[in-house]
């Protein structure tokens, strides 16, 4: 992933814990999974909405 290996991974992890606390974590982990799904979805749905704007 990236070339980072277990060491450099469980650092970042370190510090991301440091930076936002283990309270907030899933709150961000939460944030993040929305994101993408919301992501996701709107790709999922330009197509069909432009093939109502040519009909």
Do not use: H, T, Y
């Not at 992890?13 to 993040?32: D, K």
């Amino acid at each position: 992933m990236f070339g980072l290996g277990l060491p450099e991974m469980l650092l970042i992890l370190v510090i991301i814990v440091l930076i936002f606390g283990a309270s907030r974590l899933p709150e961000l982990g939460r944030g993040v999974g929305e994101g993408i799904r919301n992501l996701k979805q709107s790709l999922r749905d330009e197509p069909a909405e432009e093939e109502k704007k040519q009909a």
